[in-house]
């Protein structure tokens, strides 16, 4: 259980995967320069993968595993929400429904959520060095 006023981390990594979502969802929208829209979803969402792993180790104090979890998991939430917002995409845009876009249901939070965890257990591993150092 949860400390009285300490929010869920489940709750705080559901939030930021939606967030993930809306991200890649709405700066895919213009049509126009395309590649400086990616960049600009791919810089604000490295942005709030930097907030959730301090959040995590500064706010919640959790270790670097627990961190790297957390901030994985909120990955994988976001990229299965884009799985979800492509394959409704598909359905209404192609002429016919590739069944096999259904398997970025599971590959896509699959393959997002490990360099992530990888990338927040480095990450915060690191800031708990700097911690004991100082």
């Known amino acids: 259980m949860n400390a009285p006023?300490?929010?869920?981390w489940l709750g705080t990594a559901i939030l930021i995967g939606v967030l993930y979502s809306v991200?890649?969802?709405v700066f895919a929208l213009p049509t126009n320069h395309v590649?400086?829209?990616r960049l600009a979803a791919w810089v604000v969402?490295?942005?709030?993968?930097?907030?959730?792993?301090?959040?995590?180790?500064f706010r919640l104090r959790s270790s670097p595993a627990t961190t790297a979890l957390h901030a994985a998991l909120a990955?994988?939430?976001?990229?299965?929400?884009?799985a979800i917002a492509a394959n409704v995409h598909e359905v209404f845009v192609a002429p016919s429904y590739r069944r096999t876009l259904a398997v970025a249901l599971?590959?896509?939070?699959v393959i997002t959520a490990?360099?992530?965890f990888v990338a927040a257990l480095v990450t915060a591993w690191g800031l708990s060095l700097i911690r004991r150092r100082s």
Do not use: K, N, T
């Open 75 to 82: 990955v994988a939430v976001g990229a299965f929400g884009l």
């Open 106 to 109: 599971v590959a896509w939070p």
């Open 45 to 57: 969402s490295a942005i709030v993968f930097a907030f959730h792993i301090g959040y995590e180790h």
């Open 35 to 37: 590649r400086g829209w």
């Open 5 to 8: 006023g300490r929010q869920s």
């Open 23 to 25: 991200i890649g969802i």
């Open 114 to 116: 490990l360099p992530a």
